[in-house]
């Protein structure tokens, strides 16, 4: 059962004096318009209805009834193998509309056509030809539209408006409540569930499984990834329900070799319809490898089973970027971020830390929020790290340095935890860290622990323009 929450004061969602919204949307700048979008309800908190969103879109035209598309869903993973999707159905001509969340440092991010989001200019557009629709539903509903509401609204807009040929659509939370769900999908991708947002999704993987198996459609089609027998029960349950056709990991498609690369890996995989060997992704471990699989697969199967032309996948995952997922952004010592945020993405990266890196000293920066398994991301890499920087991020739901050190002390002990009163200065001591160990040449810093704290190294150390 999902938590009801009452809508949060401006004061938590919008800290910092941010510009107030323009009283006139038609005149609304990119900042004004943000401002607007976060004094609404957040992300991070949700109320179990699709009636808004389904309200606001009718009164749009349903734009997304329009398009055919591809969900996925899953505890970790997601924006991976959406991107994943969409570049190999782009490598085939097709035009595609990407929507994932969160976003890493822009929230322009997170609707992309033709592999490139959109700029400051049309995403303003967009929400000025939909704000009268907005204030509308608003005004006829006791509980005003979200900003992932509203963002999905503007999302579905975009892509009808484009018009693109298939929408890959990232969901935000859990499934069967999310706004992304308003559109049913032609296509349902479920990755490996684990825990994650309990307060929300329910305490056992058992009832975060239902919730996210209810994106399957009724006489759609599901691609599983790799599941735990109980939450292939409860899948197979939905199945049966809605008798969608089905294609699961390593039964009807998987990763059959996988092999360590400059860059990545290389994949031999076999999908629903053709073998595929050498298959080069530029993404570290194999969590990604699994996911490359699954990407495939829906592709395929949303090809009607056909398989994918060798030329299609070099060039659709040779295209692939996957920001915030080990991504390296400085050399020297050599920094990596990674978005893992609950404990089974701190185990995958912690795998692919040992696989993919020769590090041999590795200092790991971490700040987490306040609502996270705090003990299940630190322990899975204490294996790996030889120091840690505790710090928080700029989250308003950041966990207390205090509090996280505390957690880290425990399982580090103290000669190994560092405390940094600001995220600058974490990834400052990190860096120092790093280039004062003998083995400076192969030293390195991991910044990691949520999405927020990957976007906000990003941020920090790239200090790009470039909102990939």
Not at 187 to 194: Q, S
Not at 216 to 223: E, F, L, Q, T
Not at 312 to 327: D, F, S
Not at 435 to 463: C, F, H, M, N, P
Request: net charge negative; proline share 4%.
């Amino acid at each position: 059962m999902l938590a009801r929450r009452g809508p949060v004061s401006v004061g938590d969602v919008n800290p910092g004096g941010i510009q107030e919204p323009a009283s006139n949307p038609a005149t609304a700048t990119f900042e004004q318009v943000v401002a607007a979008l976060m004094q609404r309800w957040p992300e991070s908190r949700i109320d179990p209805s699709l009636d808004r969103i389904t309200e606001l879109l009718n009164l749009l035209g349903a734009p997304h009834l329009a398009l055919p598309v591809i969900q996925v869903t899953g505890t970790n993973g997601k924006s991976s193998t959406a991107r994943m999707i969409a570049s190999l159905l782009e490598a085939m001509g097709l035009r595609t509309g990407l929507y994932t969340s969160p976003h890493l440092i822009d929230v322009t991010e997170r609707i992309e056509i033709d592999g490139k989001p959109l700029d400051r200019d049309a995403f303003t557009q967009v929400w000025k030809d939909i704000a009268p629709y907005v204030a509308m539903t608003d005004e006829q509903n006791g509980t005003p539209l979200s900003f992932f509401e509203v963002l999905t609204a503007m999302a579905y807009a975009s892509f009808a408006d484009a018009p693109v040929d298939v929408a890959v659509v990232e969901v935000g939370m859990g499934g069967r409540w999310d706004a992304t769900s308003v559109a049913p999908a032609q296509v349902a991708v479920v990755l490996t569930v684990d825990l994650d947002h309990m307060d929300y999704l329910g305490e056992t993987v058992v009832d975060i499984a239902r919730e996210k198996a209810a994106i399957i459609a009724s006489d759609g089609i599901a691609v599983i990834g790799r599941q735990r027998r109980e939450v292939i029960e409860v899948i197979s349950e939905r199945l049966e329900l809605t008798h969608a056709t089905a294609f699961w990991q390593e039964r009807d498609f998987e990763v059959t070799h996988r092999e360590v690369a400059v860059g990545g890996q290389v994949l031999a995989l076999r999908g629903i319809d053709g073998e595929y060997v050498d298959v080069f992704v530029p993404a570290y471990g194999e969590h990604q490898a699994f996911n490359t699989a699954c990407a495939i697969a829906a592709v395929e199967a949303f090809l009607g089973g056909k398989s994918l032309d060798a030329g299609v996948i070099e060039e659709g995952l040779g295209a692939l970027r996957t920001p915030g997922r080990l991504e390296i952004v400085r050399r020297g010592p050599t920094v990596v971020i990674d978005s893992a945020h609950n404990p089974a993405g701190a185990r995958a990266l912690a795998a692919a830390l040992s696989e993919s890196f020769a590090f041999t000293h590795l200092v790991a920066v971490v700040a987490v929020l306040d609502d996270k398994d705090v003990q299940g991301i630190l322990l899975p890499l204490a294996d790996v790290v030889d120091e840690i920087v505790v710090t928080a991020n700029h989250s308003p739901r950041a966990l207390g340095v205090d509090a996280l050190a505390a957690v880290a002390v425990e399982i580090f002990g103290s000669e190994r935890v560092e405390v940094a009163a600001s995220f600058a200065d974490a990834i400052d001591t990190a860096v120092r860290l790093a280039e004062e160990a003998d083995t400076y040449a192969a030293s390195g810093v991991i910044i990691t622990g949520s999405v927020v704290s990957a976007g906000q190294a990003r941020a920090l150390l790239t200090k790009s323009q470039d909102r990939t």
